[in-house]
């Protein structure tokens, strides 16, 4: 059973940073996608990076060169990191990490998401 988590998020000032964290345990495949995603108040989920197997990685127009997507894997856990840069208020919403087998599109596994607010 493939289970994703993430952690990491929480409260902070306009031009600060944090980093978020994501697990995927009981991936049973070698490749994968694994993505970063915000739903913002009152707006639709959106993609931010997204970062697959081979080590290729994508960011949205809006968080690119402020968030840094990362991987890691050990003992059959994959883990993906997002490092938040000069984040603003506009970057206030509910981060959710997910994992797909093929490409990243229609992800198969979603974690619960984690509160990000961003204050000025």
């Known amino acids: 059973q493939v289970t994703v988590a993430e952690s990491g998020g929480g409260s902070v000032q306009a031009g600060g940073s944090l980093r978020l964290s994501c697990t995927a345990s009981?991936?049973?495949?070698?490749?994968?996608?694994m993505a970063w995603f915000r739903q913002a108040p009152g707006k639709e989920r959106a993609m931010l990076a997204s970062i697959d197997s081979d080590g290729d990685n994508m960011y949205a127009d809006s968080v690119k060169g402020r968030f840094t997507i990362s991987q890691g894997n050990a003992d059959k856990v994959l883990y993906v990191y997002l490092q938040m840069n000069k984040l603003t208020i506009e970057d206030t919403g509910t981060y959710y990490c997910?994992?797909?087998?093929w490409g990243c599109g229609a992800m198969d596994y979603w974690g619960k998401g984690t509160q990000v607010t961003v204050s000025s």
């Open positions: 009981g991936w049973p495949y070698s490749s994968y996608c």
């Open positions: 997910a994992i797909e087998r």
